[in-house]
C-alpha cells in the first residue's frame, strides 16, 4: 500500500525559507522508474508543479521557480525534502507530494497536502 | 511555461456524458502522449483519472475516457454521476522535462 505525507511549518515570514519534507512508504525510491514531484495548490486556483526527483538522483525543476527550490531525497529514511527561498504571500498555497512511475507523468499516488500561510 | 487552457465550467445532467478540453502548444500536449487527468473533490487530493493520453489506472471507473489531436486533449465523463461533481485537471509533460497544469474545469451535474 503506497502512501506519502506531507509535513512542514503551517506558518512562515516572508523573506524565509520553506522546508518540507514528504515521507513516504509503500515502495522504494531507490528502484527503478520511481520518481517523486512536489505539487502545489494556492486557494481556490489551479494546480502548480514545482520540482520531481528521480531514483537515480536526477532533478527537474519548474522554469519559473528553479532558482528558490530544491529538492532531495533521502533513500534510508523514504523522504523527500523541498526547499523554497525567499517566500513570499503569493507562495500561500496547499503543498502536495506526489508519486510517478514514468517521465511522462501520470501522478499515481498522492499525500494529503499541508497547507503553507505565508505573512508577517 | 503557460499554463494548459481548460473551460471554466461544464456541466450535464445524470446520465449524460461531458466533454471538456485541454489545449496547450507542441511544446507539451502536442508534443508527447503524456497528458494525464486528475479529478479534485473540495478539500480534498487530486485524484489520477487518465495517464499517457487514454489509459485508465486500476480502479477507476470506464465511463472516464481521454483522447488527443494536435495540441488539444480532451476528458470524456460518460454516465455522468453525482459523484463526478468535482474539478478536474489535465497536466502535460513538456519539451523542457517540466510538467505544466491546465486551469481547471469545474463540473456540475444538475
Known amino acids: 500500500q503506497v502512501t506519502l505525507k506531507e509535513s512542514g511549518p503551517a506558518l512562515v515570514k516572508p523573506t524565509q525559507t520553506l522546508t518540507l519534507t514528504c515521507t513516504f512508504s509503500?515502495?522504494?525510491?531507490?528502484?527503478?522508474?520511481?520518481?517523486v514531484s512536489w505539487i502545489r495548490q494556492p486557494p481556490g486556483k489551479a494546480l502548480e508543479w514545482l520540482a520531481r526527483?528521480?531514483?537515480?538522483?536526477?532533478?527537474f525543476y519548474s522554469t519559473s521557480l528553479k532558482t528558490r527550490l530544491t529538492i532531495s531525497k533521502d533513500t534510508s529514511k523514504n523522504q523527500v525534502v523541498l526547499t523554497m527561498t525567499n517566500m513570499d504571500p503569493v507562495d500561500t498555497a496547499t503543498y502536495y507530494c506526489?508519486?510517478?512511475?514514468?517521465?511522462?507523468?501520470?501522478?499515481?499516488?498522492w499525500g494529503q497536502g499541508t497547507l503553507v500561510t505565508v505573512s508577517s | 511555461q503557460s499554463a494548459l487552457t481548460q473551460p471554466a465550467s461544464v456541466s450535464g445532467s445524470p446520465g449524460q456524458s461531458i466533454t471538456m478540453s485541454c489545449t496547450g502548444t507542441?511544446?507539451?500536449?502536442?508534443?508527447?502522449?503524456?497528458v494525464s487527468w486528475y479529478q479534485q473533490h473540495p478539500g480534498k487530493a487530486p485524484e489520477l483519472m487518465i495517464y499517457?493520453?487514454?489509459k485508465r489506472p486500476s480502479g477507476v471507473s470506464y465511463r472516464f475516457s481521454g483522447s488527443k489531436s494536435g495540441n488539444t486533449a480532451s476528458l470524456t465523463v460518460s454516465g455522468l454521476q453525482a459523484e463526478d461533481e468535482a474539478d478536474y485537471y489535465c497536466?502535460?509533460?513538456?519539451?523542457?522535462?517540466?510538467?505544466?497544469f491546465g486551469t481547471g474545469t469545474k463540473v456540475t451535474v444538475l
Open positions: 506526489a508519486r510517478s512511475v514514468t517521465a511522462g507523468g501520470g501522478f499515481d499516488y
Open positions: 509503500g515502495f522504494s525510491l531507490s528502484s527503478s522508474g520511481m520518481r
Open positions: 526527483i528521480d531514483w537515480d538522483d536526477d532533478t
Open positions: 507542441s511544446s507539451d500536449v502536442g508534443g508527447y502522449n503524456y
Open positions: 499517457d493520453v487514454n
Open positions: 497536466t502535460s509533460y513538456t519539451t523542457t522535462s517540466t510538467y505544466v
